[in-house]
């Protein structure tokens, strides 16, 4: 089962919720490819959104060519990495680099201090086991 | 956009003594979408669902319902709606089983495979008596009843206004699958918006019986921005500036809620002197309330 959660609150339109959170469920390997999505009727229904707004999503991952259909079986997820441009990539960490800088000058960390504690992390999750997912090339 | 209208509305008027109750209305619901209806309490949605059920006649403009006038042909147009109203005024003394019984004898097209199939579903008793349910079941009993002729046109006024999370969660799961699985057309009134932008293809507000605005839920979404502004200096009133439609704030932080061309209105913000902070997209809960109030403010102004 697709584990997805849309907030109609937010003010993101839906259809780009859904069509981020998939994406990055791709990205990140959580759905992996050739494994096959539900139908627009199923993904509609169990998140109770109008059918409109999955398919809108669906042919937008398509067309960047994220998912593929086969006529008759399905949508399954197109192989070949991570989704993201090298640029969008950039950006994402970016934005999460920000927010803790931003949190490290409010508890006075500078980059040098932050860049020591994100290699005591990295080495404490290599030492843990969670090997690295392998970044895009 | 091609799907033919369901539901046309054309310049309809209602008074009632001398309170406007619908203000030349004009509106078009189109096959297998899902309209909402939305407004506050008295902004005439009711009214505007009896005129699409006949009961109401209109006093000047036109309403055709499945190509025809609700009022002229209410056999064959009632026929082919279903319809649960706000109040879900079922009798009180029956039990569920008599209910279904009773109904299905107004409706030729009655499918009681379908109408059991869906008791087990909303996990209805069939012996238990109206007067013995609990608002939640109550609701699921009208939309019920209103389903089970597999009308192509289902008409729901407020349906989950007083329910719990789960109950309102369940009627808006019939909503999408009336629509997912079997191509009906859905027209829906409510003041829960996030329900609203959940399920509906296209919107109308509605507010003192004018319709302010009617668009697809996707232009309607991409025609509004909300922007968090920073003025160089305090300003007591945010400045007239094309497309804004409300502002909220004090001094020199504003959070405006602009409508049309993202581009445009973000240099029209410029032109006015304004650092941009933030930008986002309002959600229809945000749209309608800054619609709603911005011109209540425009009124007290004028």
Known sequence: MLHLSLNASDGLPLYLQLLQQIKHQIATGRLAPDSELPSVRQLAQQLVVNPNTVVRAYRELEMAGLIYKKRGAGTFVASGGTPYTNEECRRILAERIEALLVEGRHLGYDAERLITLLRECDGDMRADGHASVGGKS | MSERAVITVRDLTCRFKNKVALDSVSLEARAGRVFGLVGENGAGKTTLMKHLL??????????????????????????????????????????????????????????QTYAEAMLEQFNLDPTARVRNISRGELAKAGLLLALAHRPPLLL???????????????????????????????????????????????????????????????????????????FAEPVNVFPKGDGVVFAEGEGRDWSVITHGDAAESRANLHALGVEILEESSPSLETVFVSRVTGARATKASA
């Open chain 2, 156 to 230: 729901l006024d407020e349906p989950s206004s007083g329910l719990d999370a789960v109950s309102r969660r369940e009627i808006l799961a019939v909503v999408v699958r009336s629509v997912a699985e079997e191509g009906r057309t859905v027209v829906f009134s409510s003041h829960l918006l996030d329900e609203v932008e959940r399920v509906a293809d296209d919107v109308a507000m509605i507010h003192h019986g004018k319709v302010v605005l009617n668009d697809s839920m996707d232009a309607i979404k991409a025609a509004h921005q909300r922007r968090i502004v920073r």
């Open chain 2, 54 to 111: 006949g009961s109401l006649t209109p006093q000047s403009g036109e309403v055709r319902v499945l190509g025809s006038e609700p009022t002229r042909d209410p056999v064959s147009v009632l026929a082919k709606i279903g319809y649960v109203s706000e109040d879900r005024d079922l009798p009180r003394w029956m039990r569920i089983n008599e209910l279904l019984r009773y109904t299905a004898a107004f409706f030729p097209d009655w499918d």
